[in-house]
C-alpha cells in the first residue's frame, strides 16, 4: 500500500491511497476458508462446502470490507505521521466500480487542514483587573447564608419584605376537548420579582389573579418571574394562567452564632464574626478574580482572531459542506454556510494551535478533578460546605459516567489549561477596581 499527497496549496491536498492485490488478497482467503469451515448450505455437511462456492458467494463483500478497513487505516496513517490538523472529513472522490480482482486498485480523497502559523502571545496585551470585593458583596453573602437557614413567620398581609408563596397553573377552558393535566408551577417570590410583586401585592392569602397568554407572550420579564421561559409561555395550551396566592411570610434571619457557622463551614471552622467575614471575603475575592482573569483572556483571544492572518481552506471547505449537509444543494450555499461560520472556524483553529503550540494536554485525574469541584460548586448552592471528600468523589465518578458531561467537562478543563499559559505569556495592563466597576466593564 502507499499514500501519496497532490497539494492544491498550503492548505488543501488530494490523497491518493494505492493498494495491490497482494495487500489484501492473503486476508481475504483466510476469512473465505473460515466461513467454509462453518457455513451450512443445503446439500453439504457442516464444514464440506466446496470452497469455490464459498468463493463465488462471499468473497466480493470480504474484499470491499478488507479493502475498506486499509485504505481507512493507510489514510489515517498518513495523516499521523504528517501531523495534519484536518478540517471537516476527507472527500472520496468518485470511483468506477472497483474489482477487488484487479492487480491495484486506487482511491482518491480531497482533504483540508489548518495552516502552520506561529502565534506570539507576548505581543498581546490587555487590561487586566485585579477586582477585590467590598463590604456590599460580602455582606449580602453572609445575609444569604442567614436566608438559607432562616425560620418563616407567617404574616396575614403582604409587606414590602415580605415573601409571597405563589401557585400557578393554566386554566382549562371549559370547553376544551380531551383531558388536561399540567402540573401548576410553586414559586416564592419578593419585592426583588418586581413584575409579579406588583401583580399579586393586592391580594389576600388564596385570592388569584389572571394573567393572559398573550401578556406573557409580550412580558418577557413577567412571565420569567413566574416561572416560564419565553418558549414555554409561546408553547402554553391554554390562553391564560391562574396566579394563587398561598401564602404570605417573613424571613428570620438565622443569628450569625457558632451553630450557623458549623452549618455552613462544618463544625468548629469558623468561630467568630470576624473569621465569617475574612472567610468569605477571600472565598468572594477568589471568584471575582477567576471571571477577571476570564476576562482578558476572552480580550486576548479576540485581539488574536482579529488580527491574525489564518488561511482556510475555503474550496474543499466548500466542498465538505455539500457532500456531509443535505440541506445545502448548491455551490452558493455552502459559500453562504461558510461565510457564516468563518469567523467560529477561525477561533476554533487559533485555539487549538495555541494548545499544541503550548503542549496542553488532559488526562482522567484533571478532568475527575473538575469534576469534583463541579460537584462542590452545587452542594455550596444549597448550603453544603462540608461534604466528606470520598462522597465528592463519589458523585464525581457518577457524573463522568455521562459521555456528554466528559465532553464539557474536558472542554473546560482545556480552557482552564489555556488560560493559564495566556494569563503567563500575554502582556497586562493591571489596575484595581471594585466588583462593581468590573461588572460595568463586562458590559462594554
Known amino acids: 500500500m502507499n499514500v501519496t499527497a497532490t497539494n492544491h496549496d498550503d492548505v488543501s491536498a488530494l490523497l491518493t491511497v494505492t493498494l495491490n492485490k497482494s495487500d489484501y488478497k492473503e486476508k481475504v482467503d483466510k476469512q473465505l476458508m473460515n466461513y467454509a469451515k462453518t457455513a451450512q448450505v443445503p446439500g453439504f455437511r457442516k464444514g464440506k462446502v466446496p470452497l469455490s462456492m464459498v468463493r463465488k458467494q462471499y468473497e466480493a463483500g470480504i474484499a470491499f470490507e478488507e479493502i475498506n478497513k486499509q485504505v481507512s487505516e493507510g489514510l489515517n496513517g498518513y495523516v499521523t505521521e504528517n501531523n495534519l490538523k484536518l478540517i471537516g472529513q476527507p472527500i472520496p472522490q468518485p470511483v468506477d466500480e472497483l474489482d477487488p480482482n484487479a492487480e491495484q486498485l486506487t482511491v482518491a480523497f480531497e482533504v483540508g487542514y489548518e495552516p502552520d502559523f506561529k502565534i506570539d502571545l507576548a505581543k498581546y496585551e490587555a487590561p487586566y483587573y485585579n477586582v477585590e470585593a467590598g463590604e456590599k458583596e460580602v455582606g449580602q453573602s453572609i445575609e444569604n447564608m442567614q436566608k438559607r437557614f432562616a425560620e418563616k413567620e407567617d404574616q396575614e398581609t403582604l409587606g414590602e419584605d415580605s415573601y409571597v408563596a405563589l401557585e400557578v397553573k393554566q386554566v382549562v377552558e371549559g370547553d376544551a376537548e380531551g383531558e388536561h393535566n399540567h402540573a401548576p408551577k410553586n414559586i416564592n417570590i419578593n419585592k426583588d420579582q418586581k413584575e409579579v410583586f406588583a401583580l399579586v401585592k393586592s391580594l389576600k392569602v388564596g385570592e388569584s389573579i389572571k394573567v393572559s397568554k398573550e401578556d406573557l407572550i409580550a412580558k418577557e420579564e413577567l412571565a420569567k ?18 396566579v394563587t396566592a398561598k401564602e404570605f411570610y417573613n424571613l428570620k434571619l438565622a443569628p450569625l452564632d457558632q451553630e450557623m457557622f458549623d452549618k455552613v463551614y462544618g463544625e468548629g471552622n469558623i468561630k467568630s464574626e470576624q473569621e465569617l467575614t475574612d472567610k468569605v471575603k477571600a472565598e ?59 469567523n467560529q472556524l477561525k477561533y476554533q483553529i487559533i485555539e487549538g494551535k495555541l494548545m499544541n503550540d503550548n503542549d496542553v494536554k488532559l488526562d482522567y485525574n484533571d478532568v475527575l478533578l473538575q469534576a469534583e469541584q463541579l460537584v462542590r460548586n452545587q452542594l455550596a448552592m444549597y448550603g453544603m460546605h462540608s461534604l466528606p471528600e470520598e462522597e465528592i468523589q463519589k458523585y464525581a465518578v457518577e457524573m463522568l459516567k455521562n459521555e456528554e458531561q466528559v465532553r464539557q467537562i474536558s472542554g473546560e478543563v482545556a480552557m482552564a489549561k489555556l488560560k493559564d499559559v495566556i494569563l503567563e505569556k500575554s502582556s497586562k495592563k493591571e489596575s484595581k477596581i471594585s466588583h462593581d466597576e468590573f461588572l460595568e466593564e463586562l458590559k462594554k
Open 225 to 242: 418571574e413566574l416561572g416560564f421561559s419565553k418558549e414555554e409561555a409561546e408553547h402554553l395550551h391554554h390562553k391564560e394562567v391562574e
Open 284 to 342: 468572594l475575592d477568589e471568584y471575582f478574580q477567576q471571571n477577571a482573569d476570564v476576562h482578558f483572556v476572552n480580550k486576548i483571544l479576540e485581539q488574536i482572531t482579529e488580527k491574525e492572518e489564518v488561511k482556510l481552506p475555503e474550496t474543499f471547505l466548500v466542498k465538505w459542506l455539500m457532500f456531509s449537509n443535505e440541506q445545502i444543494q448548491s455551490e452558493d450555499q455552502a459559500k453562504q454556510a461558510l461565510e457564516q461560520e468563518r
